[in-house]
């Protein structure tokens, strides 16, 4: 066996492990302490903070009698509540009929109904808290695109991108105006793909026509995790001059050609950084999410095309960023819940749901591919474990908040013997879902 052969993939490995476990700590880390500090602030006490389960590494308590540790597995969390039997928060009777009803005002099943609501609730508070303020950060580092389109650096190419300057704000293409990017993307579905095209531009304070490329090549923006194109080794800047031996001049074309292929490997001829390097893909069908809340089927090799060249921008203020952070995260529910619902419905593939292993490679590829690229997949995931504890199983907190939504409702909660069919049934079917993800993880690609 070649030992030597076998370390770069153990580094990928690695790599991939680490990365996954730092985006699920931090993600744990802040549900979890979105529990523990919304109890506290409503009197419930915490005896116990772990990130993470088994034995114990390190551990030190405060001076409020709450002791904080890290546990040997980091794949999960917990906050022990005065009073629980277990880290699920289950009902310790043997532990509250010795407490006063005093110590007992602090224990989670002794509070008040709003107070045990309020924390459960938390967590995923928090995690939706999380992903909208990293999605505002991220805003605020790249920016907004400056209007009308201004060019900020021009992309290399491998044919010659015309009079175009760094600084130029662009005022019309080929003689139709682009006052704002819709206008500008608008203009160039009605352009002619062959170059030059006269672009009109303001530099230096006056307006000249200077020849420039078709605005949307063949240019690989981005990679996706988990894709075709990640698979065969093509990079961000990578240029596609040709399909099955066919000419490529528009990323439209690209397009059209992995959706001709209907599944069928392809092989593409990349320009990059001035080498000419031949690949094979197989394109994969895609369930998209549409603005409307379905789904557009499609064969895909996950690259995302931009512009020939780098638009200049400028810092968003802090309310149009969060704005930005709150319709992301949003878009992210809403697009959950509408593929849960395609595909109980089978309008979708149940492939799309995807299990530890498809999330550590996509952690994995996400770091990759920079710190922006991996803090913007923490907040996805952090809106992904939100939504998914908001579900209304037992051992999950949407379960909890059922619980909880029923006693408001009676005036009493469920009894015992209840709870402990229910939390067995939906441990059950947690277990039973998170069997199907590993399955698709394993078989679906």
């Excluded at 579905?189 to 420039?212: C, H, I, K, M, N």
């Excluded at 065969?232 to 099955?244: F, H, I, K, P, T």
Aim: with cysteine.
């Amino acid at each position: 066996m070649d030992i030597a052969g076998l370390i770069p993939s153990f580094g990928s490995l690695f790599y991939t492990i680490l990365a996954f476990v730092v985006a699920l700590s931090v993600i744990v880390a802040i549900h979890e302490f979105g529990h523990y500090i919304v109890g506290r602030w409503s009197g419930i006490h915490a005896e116990v903070f772990s990130l993470g389960f088994g034995p114990v590494l390190f551990a030190r308590e405060d001076r409020r009698g709450t002791v904080w540790q890290v546990a040997a597995l980091p794949f999960g969390g917990y906050v022990k509540f005065l009073g629980d039997a277990s880290p699920a928060s289950d009902k310790a009777s043997e532990i509250m009929d010795t407490l006063d009803e005093e110590t007992r005002r602090h224990t989670m099943h002794g509070a008040p109904l709003w107070a045990r609501a309020a924390t459960v609730a938390a967590g995923p508070v928090f995690n939706f808290i999380l992903a909208i303020l990293v999605f505002a950060g991220v805003s605020l580092i790249r920016g907004e695109a400056i209007e009308p389109p201004t060019v900020a650096q021009i992309n290399p190419l491998p044919a010659a991108t015309g009079a175009l300057q760094p600084g130029d704000t662009i005022l019309a293409i080929d003689g139709r105006p682009t006052p704002d990017y819709a206008a500008f993307y608008d203009t160039i579905e009605a352009l002619s793909v062959t170059a030059p095209l006269p672009y009109r531009v303001r530099r230096d304070g006056a307006e000249q026509v200077v020849p420039g490329p078709y605005p949307f090549p063949p240019l690989v923006a981005a990679v996706q995790p988990d894709s075709a194109a990640i698979e065969a080794g093509l990079r961000r800047g990578d240029v596609v001059l040709s399909v099955e031996g066919r000419p490529i001049a528009a990323f439209s074309q690209l397009q059209e050609a992995i959706t001709g292929s209907d599944g069928q490997p392809v092989d593409m001829t990349v320009w990059r950084a001035g080498k000419v390097l031949e690949f094979t893909l197989t394109p994969r069908r895609r369930d998209l999410p549409l603005p409307d809340g379905g789904f557009d089927t499609r064969w895909l090799i996950g690259a995302t095309g931009g512009l020939f060249f780098e638009p200049a921008t400028t810092t968003p203020g802090p309310v149009t960023a969060l704005q930005n952070g709150v319709d992301q995260t949003w878009f992210i529910m809403k697009s959950s819940l509408s593929g849960v619902y395609h595909m109980v419905t089978g309008a979708i593939s149940a492939c799309n749901l995807r299990g530890p292993i498809g999330i550590a490679e996509t952690s994995g590829v996400a770091a990759r591919q920079g710190w922006l690229s991996f803090i913007g997949f923490i907040a996805v995931l952090s809106t992904a474990v939100g939504l998914l504890n908001l579900f209304p199983i037992p051992v999950l907190d949407g379960g909890h908040l059922m619980f909880h939504a029923y006693e408001a409702a009676t005036g009493r909660p469920p009894n015992d013997l209840a709870l402990r069919i229910l939390t067995g049934i939906g441990l059950g079917l947690l277990v039973a879902l998170m069997g199907f993800a590993l399955t698709n993880d394993l078989f679906c690609r």
